[in-house]
């Protein structure tokens, strides 16, 4: 399946994404809609679970999901792990590193809540938390964080993409940078993972859920941890899985698997599982930098549209490589719940979000099989 089949080819892209038959649908920066083949994974999974024990139709899929995750990241399957929700693998880190009296952390605090709570909780344990300063929401530009660590900074936390203003990170220049000076850098990916290439390169901790963009369940995600940190972050959580017990006898002394599975305490999530696996195999087959291409296109032509209407539009210039799939638009001092109702009883699913201040926004989020008409369609209801 390509991307010009789909968007060319009405009876296969309702065929593999069902939610267009009967919806707009513009929110994948929240929680997306299942396509097709990602569903029947899943339904198949349960159906096998009937015939007997449930592991042993899908535990083979870890190493598939592993392999698939690496693809994506473009690092090594065993760095790979299965955790789920980006807040759990976010918490492992904050809680898993040692820190010393007198570090501290860098974080930008109107993030994704996921992405700031556990590294606030750090403060309880003599951690400095610092707080990053923007020029406008989101707008975190690599100078920004140059010039905001010091000799005493241990890591830097961050978003790869805004989830309000849809600015996207360089992430690349700013783990290159961080990691010249020793500061190591976690990236919370859940709005990039699947729509922008996301590689590893320059980052040493990275978790995604899947159910945004990638198109997967809720609650099934990937964690990376450098090959080279591993043994350095001791995750604060104790299971069957993830320290050694040969033969399933709990051992006089705790030592942990190496490898990813160190970071999967317990039984794995299966059903999300098999449904994460389908949706990394559709993002590969599409291509991400395909997916890219197309959601940098459709933003082109939104942001001058919503303009025309007289909105305001967030990171309405942006450089390439911090535009994304997110077009977010408002109008100062207007409450655009009402709007944002109206597109939802036309059948046209956005989100509704607001800032510290208040502000509301309507966020546009189409993904690479929304079609031009579709977009058309919400701009006549605006």
Same mark, same amino acid.
């Given at each position: 399946?390509? $991307?010009? +089949?789909?968007?060319?080819?009405?009876?296969?892209?309702?065929?593999?994404?069902?939610?267009?038959?009967?919806?707009?649908?513009?929110?994948?920066?929240?929680?997306?809609?299942?396509?097709?083949?990602?569903?029947?994974?899943?339904?198949?999974?349960?159906?096998?679970?009937?015939?007997?024990?449930?592991?042993?139709?899908?535990?083979? +899929?870890?190493?598939?999901?592993?392999?698939?995750?690496?693809?994506?990241?473009?690092?090594?399957?065993?760095?790979?792990?299965?955790?789920?929700?980006?807040?759990?693998?976010? *918490?492992?880190?904050?809680?898993?590193?040692?820190?010393?009296?007198?570090?501290?952390? $860098?974080?930008?605090?109107?993030?994704?809540?996921?992405?700031?709570?556990?590294?606030?909780?750090?403060?309880?344990?003599?951690?400095?938390?610092?707080?990053?300063?923007?020029?406008?929401?989101?707008?975190?530009?690599?100078?920004?964080?140059?010039?905001?660590?010091?000799?005493?900074?241990?890591?830097?936390?961050?978003? *790869?993409?805004?989830?309000?203003?849809?600015?996207?990170?360089?992430?690349?220049?700013?783990?290159?940078?961080?990691?010249?000076?020793?500061?190591?850098?976690?990236?919370?990916?859940?709005?990039?993972?699947?729509?922008?290439?996301?590689?590893?390169?320059?980052?040493?901790?990275?978790?995604?859920? *899947?159910?945004?963009?990638?198109?997967?369940?809720?609650?099934?995600?990937?964690?990376?941890? +450098?090959?080279?940190?591993?043994?350095?972050?001791?995750?604060?959580?104790?299971?069957?899985?993830?320290?050694?017990?040969?033969?399933?006898?709990?051992?006089?002394?705790?030592?942990?698997?190496?490898?990813?599975?160190?970071?999967?305490?317990?039984?794995?999530?299966?059903?999300?599982?098999?449904?994460?696996?389908?949706?990394?195999?559709?993002?590969?087959?599409?291509?991400?930098?395909?997916?890219?291409?197309?959601?940098?296109?459709?933003?082109?032509?939104?942001?001058?549209?919503?303009?025309?209407?007289?909105?305001?539009?967030?990171?309405?210039?942006?450089?390439?490589?911090?535009?994304?799939?997110?077009?977010?638009?408002?109008?100062?001092? +207007?409450?655009?719940?009402?709007?944002?109702?109206?597109?939802?009883?036309?059948?046209?699913?956005?989100?509704?979000?607001?800032?510290?201040?208040?502000?509301?926004?309507?966020?546009?989020?189409?993904?690479?099989?929304?079609?031009?008409?579709?977009?058309?369609?919400?701009?006549?209801?605006?």
């Amino acid at each position: 399946m390509t $991307l010009s +089949k789909i968007l060319t080819n009405e009876e296969l892209r309702q065929h593999e994404f069902p939610v267009s038959k009967n919806k707009i649908f513009l929110g994948h920066a929240g929680v997306c809609p299942l396509p097709r083949r990602v569903a029947q994974a899943m339904m198949d999974c349960t159906s096998e679970g009937t015939l007997g024990d449930q592991e042993a139709f899908v535990m083979h +899929k870890i190493a598939d999901a592993r392999k698939a995750g690496a693809k994506l990241l473009n690092c090594e399957p065993d760095e790979v792990s299965i955790v789920g929700p980006t807040s759990l693998a976010l *918490s492992l880190v904050a809680a898993g590193l040692k820190f010393r009296k007198g570090d501290n952390i $860098l974080i930008y605090h109107d993030d994704y809540p996921s992405n700031v709570y556990p590294w606030m909780a750090l403060a309880e344990h003599g951690v400095k938390v610092r707080l990053l300063n923007t020029r406008g929401l989101g707008l975190i530009r690599a100078i920004d964080v140059m010039g905001q660590v010091d000799e005493n900074t241990r890591l830097v936390a961050l978003g *790869s993409n805004h989830f309000i203003s849809g600015y996207r990170l360089d992430h690349n220049a700013i783990g290159k940078f961080l990691r010249e000076r020793g500061i190591l850098f976690c990236l919370d990916a859940i709005q990039t993972l699947g729509a922008f290439p996301t590689t590893v390169e320059n980052v040493d901790f990275l978790a995604a859920d *899947s159910h945004k963009w990638l198109l997967g369940p809720c609650g099934a995600g990937i964690f990376y941890v +450098k090959k080279d940190l591993q043994e350095k972050l001791n995750p604060p959580i104790y299971g069957w899985h993830n320290v050694r017990n040969p033969n399933f006898v709990a051992q006089e002394k705790i030592e942990f698997r190496s490898g990813a599975a160190k970071f999967e305490a317990g039984t794995h999530n299966l059903i999300g599982l098999v449904g994460l696996l389908a949706a990394m195999e559709l993002g590969l087959e599409i291509g991400v930098d395909n997916i890219a291409a197309e959601l940098l296109r459709k933003r082109a032509w939104l942001v001058p549209a919503l303009q025309a209407k007289g909105f305001a539009v967030l990171n309405a210039e942006p450089k390439t490589e911090n535009a994304s799939g997110i077009t977010t638009f408002f109008t100062p001092g +207007k409450n655009l719940a009402e709007l944002n109702q109206k597109l939802a009883d036309a059948g046209v699913i956005t989100s509704l979000r607001t800032d510290r201040r208040g502000q509301n926004y309507i966020r546009i989020s189409p993904h690479f099989y929304t079609t031009d008409a579709e977009l058309q369609r919400v701009l006549e209801l605006l």
